[in-house]
């Protein structure tokens, strides 16, 4: 996230995006509208994925899994119907932007950037695993109301982390110590007096 920032600006051939942070061309799209029929939208609950991963008869469980991260990530994304009919009902003066770059969407009302809320600062590494980068995204969408949270938050995501490596999972003081131990390119402070919280390293989960 280098260089020039272009702020967003309805119309626009290329700005600043707001999901990836890259310069980028943008694409502009329009919404069109089909009736929900007796299918009311809700969110899935958050244990939902572990659910489903439980379920042995479920068929194309990876599908279905993928989908559901994307709506408890909050993720605006297009869902294809083969059987589509044909839409003539356009919401007007609602305005969709697609990053060349990310291939994610930004919302407008009119004028005004509705989605995503801000510009990410902190981007979670393209390698971390989906289910982990919800709890990164969150994090870092909440920082500026709530560094406490936001700080609880990436405690979690490096517990989850250390347990996708296969690590424990529970101690995260333990987890780094074999981590460190096992060569992965931590570098932790000589002193445990500084306390897990100082520790660094040269190749960061995220970057900003
Ligand atoms: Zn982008």
């Known amino acids: 996230m ?10 626009a051939q290329s700005f600043t995006c707001p999901h ?7 694409t502009w799209l329009r919404p069109f509208l089909m009736y929900g029929k007796d299918q009311t939208p809700r969110m899935p609950s ?6 489903i991963r439980a379920d042995r008869k ?29 839409l003539k009902s356009e919401l007007a003066n609602i305005n969709i932007s697609r990053c060349y770059s990310c291939g994610a969407f930004a919302l407008w009302v009119a004028d005004k950037l509705i989605y ?4 990410l600062k902190i981007q979670p590494n393209e390698d971390m695993p989906h289910e982990i980068k919800l709890d990164f995204v969150e994090a870092a969408s909440i920082v500026d109301q709530s560094p406490r949270g936001a700080a609880a938050l990436l ?11 296969g690590l424990k999972g529970k101690n995260l003081d ?6 460190v131990k096992n060569g992965i390119g931590w570098s932790y402070p000589e002193s445990s007096r500084r306390g897990a919280s ?3 390293s040269s190749s960061t989960p995220w970057s900003d």
């Open 2 to 11: 280098s260089g020039k920032v272009v702020r967003p600006a309805l119309g």
């Open 20 to 26: 990836c942070g890259a310069l980028a061309h943008q």
């Open 46 to 51: 958050p244990d939902v994925v572990d659910r």
């Open 58 to 86: 479920l068929e194309n469980k990876e599908d279905i899994i993928k989908y559901l991260n994307r709506v408890l990530a909050r993720e605006v994304f297009i869902e294809s119907h083969e059987n589509s009919v044909y």
């Open 116 to 119: 995503p809320e801000q510009i």
């Open 155 to 165: 405690r979690l995501c490096l517990q989850k982390l250390t347990a996708h490596l």
């Open 174 to 179: 333990d987890d780094i110590g074999s981590l």
């Open 198 to 200: 100082d520790w660094q």
